[in-house]
């Protein structure tokens, strides 16, 4: 038996919540005070995942740099080797919101996408 | 000089949601002035999600929901000048700007929306002893070094401030390379969101301090290191219990300020709380045709009530500039006390309010289990029970039209807080 | 082979430069900093006194009043914002007003003119705002108030434009004396000279050591400041003096020539001359003292404090002369407080002292005045557009809080003895010294250095060598 303990994100209360697993599953939820800190606190324990935002270098743009995301969540443990991987990007503008910037991060599977839209300069 | 209807100060959330808001309630010349070099404001460099989820019912990143709004502006086309300073708005509402191009004009506008967000609290402001190398910025500062140009303010960081950008900092340094040593906060709660905590300061193991403060920032040329210490309930440092760091950076995240020197200029009655203009229920000024939505009025902790009031200033500057000042013959004031800090509005025409007004406010402790108590004069309208307040979070209250007016002798709306 | 090296880019060592280039020679300052003005004489009261405080017969007195007298024109000539506004000591009645008296009749001994004593309701009636226990109070109307950098850094430029050279980031490690000439040894590099003038503030008795045996000691007195914003920059419009006490005038508060409001110093003795650090107890003790003379001072408008070091040396006065046991080594030593207002009648003494040693020539092309940076405030609409159109950068406004524009950075840096770093051009702009304290300005100031000087980003300092802002790019630190 293992005991997770956690702080609920789901409201400004924070509620501590303990979780106990038994072999990986999740035996017991305790000290939330809604279904969603039960729901929360599920999915942390089993398969905390994260989107993950950062910059990567423009050139030709109006910008020096353009805003990215994973277009959906990564695992959790794998938030620095996403970053990592975006090191030597870059792109050049213009560029759109959407527009893939790196493709399945990190062997996450997923994308790293632009955030922001960047115009070409002159 | 030109005249325009409605000239709006400021391209960021509120300036956007207020224009398009105007434009589509028959408002046709209108012009939003931006002292950046793109619309969106302070959203651009804010490039981590969690934004837009009340507006959307999705997560958007801080670019993306500026650009929601900025799509929406330039479909209504609305013009706007980037790049312009405004200098001065005086009571008769004429607009004094500057650029590059058209160099300083004046602009005679029939309403004006003040939108200019807010600044930092800064160093000096908090009176932190020590010296004053390279290497202390406000998290805002770092924010836009790193997010929009792409450098790095440090290597090994102290943060003082858990509000929200602080946090976000946090995460942001850490990811970029840096080793984030500790958060400290004066007060003995976070002034951030949950999620933050959890997701920029535990996901990382970065410890948060909570009743600490700077005590000393070492360095003569850059920061080499900073002492933190305990405060006692009178937030004064307790000797004994200083903890030296070695790093090369502080960032500040102590607190914004609406920034007010154009409204101040203009006459425009301030609220020593808020820091912001006094407003009525249709968010004007003391200064008939002057209305302000957004961080200039009060900070925000989420965008999309910025959003929101923001189109509510942009409808009632509408329909001031159609139909000119309301000759409100009552006045209702709201009294907030007892753990309310203040409420924007600060008074309201029953007469004349929409049918349904959204008061907002903030709390000034931690409460748990309390209720809202709003009051018409001394009878007890309604009660609305709250688990948990916090100063970091704004809350609200709805007022209905016709309840009011059903009180045809109200003159105090008293909003506090009770024990449940 | 110089005719003279300074060794201090200081007010002192500026003015005696600017004094010196009347003349035919060829003169260098030696600095250790990164730029002039960045001791000192760049965190003080900024206030020209009246001179009424000194010891009559004292260099002091001597030089205070002197100094002060030529202020309007040297700040015409130079293009300085430089203004009159008065002073005023206060006596409250816990202290003795015989004091008053006795500050009158030292500052009549030592010829300033215009002091009056005046009772409570005249002094309360030119300052509302004085604290109810004020009893009296001596009137200075020649007291005045500067800005310290403006002033430092035009007299620089116009002896640089006199053809004085300037050798920054040069600190001075040893002075040899040999046959016919001084060799200072720098961490950078060696110069000669026939003359040395000590200039060099809080380590003039190093410096003096280098060369004589005088013995003379400074002392670092730290006096730490609050600087509060312009919304109350018109709660006194005079400079108001609590009695002095014995460590020096005592906390004063005063408007600024830019319209701030500024509370301080406190006087603490401290072993590190480089100690320009603030104290909580420094700090807190400042309102506490400030409120004795004036009421209702608006704290929680404070936008920044800083502290600056003043070179006390034993003796008490100002040590203007050539060392006894080293000929054409001239000391410009212990120049505390009215350091400043004594500035330009020091320069003028040391000149002489100097030109008659080596026989020195008057230069028939001498140029008197130098022009500022140019405030676009003070033009009309038309002329401020016809500035924009000439040059856009006037229509960028770089400093919300200060409304400085790019073109006023731009003249900042490419100035002779331009700025060099986000300092550098604060205290030639005001750009960053407004109440979000640079916040705002200077990721673009940053820019704008980078792109005119060249540098690279990661070059641009606060104030010279190991002050750097970005360390890196993102992901690469």
């Known amino acids: 038996m293992e005991k997770k303990e956690l702080t609920c994100i789901g409201c400004p209360l924070g509620c501590s919540i303990t979780v106990t697993l038994e072999q990986g599953e999740v035996t017991n939820v305790t000290g939330n005070t809604c279904k969603r800190g039960d729901i929360y606190a599920r999915k942390e324990v089993t398969n905390p995942t994260r989107i993950v935002t950062s910059s990567v270098k423009v050139t030709g743009g109006t910008s020096a740099m353009v805003s990215v995301k994973t277009k959906e969540d990564i695992p959790k443990s794998k938030i620095f080797d996403c970053t990592a991987a975006l090191k030597d990007v870059t792109v050049t503008a213009p560029v759109k919101i959407g527009d893939i910037i790196l493709e399945n991060a990190a062997g996450t599977g997923i994308p790293f996408i632009a955030t922001k839209n960047v115009d070409a300069a002159g | 000089m030109n005249t325009y209807d409605l000239v709006i100060i400021g391209g960021g959330p509120a300036g956007l949601a207020a224009a398009a808001s105007a434009k589509e309630n028959g408002i046709e010349h209108i012009l939003i002035l931006e002292r950046d070099k793109e619309l969106g404001g302070i959203l651009n460099q804010c490039i981590h999600n969690g934004f837009g989820l009340h507006t959307f019912k999705e997560e958007l990143t801080g670019p993306e929901y500026a650009s929601r709004f900025i799509k929406k502006v330039k479909n209504l086309q609305i013009p706007y000048k980037l790049n312009t300073m405004v200098m001065d708005v005086s009571p008769d509402k004429t607009v004094t700007a500057m650029n590059r191009t058209d160099g300083m004009f004046q602009i005679q506008a029939k309403a004006i929306i003040l939108a200019m967000g807010c600044r930092e ?15 202390i910025f406000s998290a805002g500062t770092a924010q836009r070094l790193v997010n929009i140009e792409g450098y790095m303010p440090g290597k090994e960081v102290v943060i003082l401030g858990s509000g929200d950008i602080g946090l976000i900092m946090a995460r942001r340094m850490t990811l970029e390379g840096a080793k984030v040593k500790v958060v400290a906060e004066l007060m003995p709660y976070s002034g951030g969101l949950k999620r933050n905590i959890v997701q920029c300061l535990n996901d990382f193991d970065i410890p948060l301090k ?12 850059r920061v080499e290191a900073v002492t933190i210490a305990e405060v006692g309930p009178d937030k004064k440092p307790i000797p004994g219990t200083e903890e030296r760091y070695t790093c090369d950076t502080l960032l500040l995240s102590c607190g914004l300020i609406p920034e007010n ?6 006459g425009i009655l301030l609220n020593p709380v808020t820091s912001g203009p006094v407003v009525s229920d249709n968010l004007e ?32 500057a509408a329909s001031y500039i159609k139909n000119g000042k309301k000759n409100s013959k009552k006045t209702v004031t709201i009294y907030p006390t007892d753990g309310v800090r203040y409420t924007v509005p600060s008074s309201i025409h029953p007469e004349e309010m929409a049918d349904s007004l959204t008061v907002r406010f903030r709390v000034g402790d931690v409460y748990k289990n309390c209720t809202i108590a709003t009051y018409f004069d001394n009878e007890l309208i309604s009660k609305k029970k709250r688990p948990v307040m916090a100063p970091g979070e704004m809350e609200e209250i709805r007022l209905e039209k016709d309840i009011l007016n059903s009180y045809p002798h109200l003159s105090t709306i008293t909003i506090k807080i009770e024990e449940a | 082979m110089y005719d003279v090296a300074i060794i201090g880019a200081g007010v002192i060592g500026c003015a005696i430069a600017r004094e010196l280039s009347r003349y035919e020679i060829n003169a260098c300052v030696i600095e250790r900093e990164e730029d002039v003005c960045c001791g000192t004489s760049k965190a003080n009261s900024a206030i020209i006194h009246a001179g009424f405080d000194a010891t009559p017969g004292t260099l002091k007195a001597k030089l205070n009043v002197k100094g002060n007298a030529m202020m309007d024109d040297l700040s015409r000539d130079l293009d300085i914002p430089f203004k009159r506004n008065g002073s005023l000591v206060v006596c409250t009645k816990e202290q003795n007003p015989e004091y008053l008296h006795t500050l009158l009749k030292k500052g009549e001994e030592n010829g300033v003119p215009g002091l009056e004593i005046l009772n409570k309701f005249e002094a309360k009636k030119l300052e509302p705002n004085l604290a109810d226990d004020v009893i009296a109070a001596l009137y200075a109307p020649t007291g005045g108030i500067v800005c310290p950098f403006h002033f430092t850094i035009a007299l620089a430029e116009n002896a640089f434009a006199n053809g004085i050279s300037f050798f920054l980031n040069n600190k001075v490690e040893k002075i040899d004396k040999k046959d016919s000439c001084y060799e200072i040894t720098t961490d950078k590099q060696t110069f000669t000279a026939k003359a040395v003038v000590n200039a060099a503030g ?25 600087l509060l914003d312009k919304s109350a920059g018109t709660h006194v419009n005079h400079t108001i003096f609590n009695l002095p006490g014995k460590m020096g005038k005592g906390v004063l508060v005063t ?4 319209g701030n409001l500024l509370v301080g110093p406190t006087a603490v003795d401290t072993e590190d001359k480089d100690g320009t650090n603030t104290t909580e107890k420094g700090l807190n003790s400042l309102s506490a003292t400030a409120a004795l003379s004036v009421k209702d001072l608006p704290m929680h408008q404070v936008i920044t404090s800083f502290a600056g070091l003043r070179a006390h040396e034993e003796g008490g006065d100002f040590i203007l002369r050539e060392a006894d046991d080293t000929p054409l080594f001239f000391e410009a030593a212990g120049i505390e ?3 400043l207002s004594s500035a330009p009648a020091i320069g003028v003494m ?25 405030n676009p405030t003070a033009l009309t609409l038309a002329e401020r557009n016809e500035l924009i159109r000439q040059q856009p950068a006037y229509g960028n406004i770089v400093c919300r809080c200060e409304m400085i524009t790019e073109g006023e950075i731009l003249d900042a840096i490419h100035r002779p003895l331009g700025a060099r770093s986000l300092d550098g051009v604060k205290r030639r702009t005001r750009a960053g010294m407004g109440r979000c304290q640079s916040g705002f300005c200077s990721p673009r100031t940053m820019e704008i250095l980078a792109r005119e000087l060249p540098l690279a980003m990661t070059e641009i300092t606060k104030c010279g060598p190991k002050s750097e802002i970005a360390l890196g790019h993102n992901k690469e630190i």
């Open chain 2, 121 to 135: 609290r800064a160093r000096g402001a908090l009176n932190i002893p020590g010296y004053r190398p390279a290497g």
């Open chain 2, 210 to 221: 909570l009743s600490h403060t700077v005590v000393d920032i070492e360095g003569k040329k």
């Open chain 2, 261 to 266: 020197e154009l409204s101040k200029n203009a």
């Open chain 2, 285 to 316: 000024t003391n200064i008939e045709g002057i209305f302000a939505c957004g961080n200039v009025l009060h900070v925000h902790d989420v965008v999309d009530y910025v959003s929101e009031e923001a189109a509510s200033a942009g409808k009632n």
């Open chain 3, 202 to 226: 809080v380590y003039a008795d190093t410096i003096s050591a280098m060369a004589s045996k005088e013995n003379i000691h400074i002392t670092a007195r730290k006096g730490e400041y609050l």
């Open chain 3, 255 to 258: 408007p600024t020539i830019h």
């Open chain 3, 337 to 339: 407080s009215p350091g």
């Open chain 3, 350 to 374: 040391m000149a002489e002292l100097i030109k008659d040693r080596l026989h020195l020539e008057k230069k028939p092309d001498f140029i008197a005045t130098r022009k500022g940076i140019l």
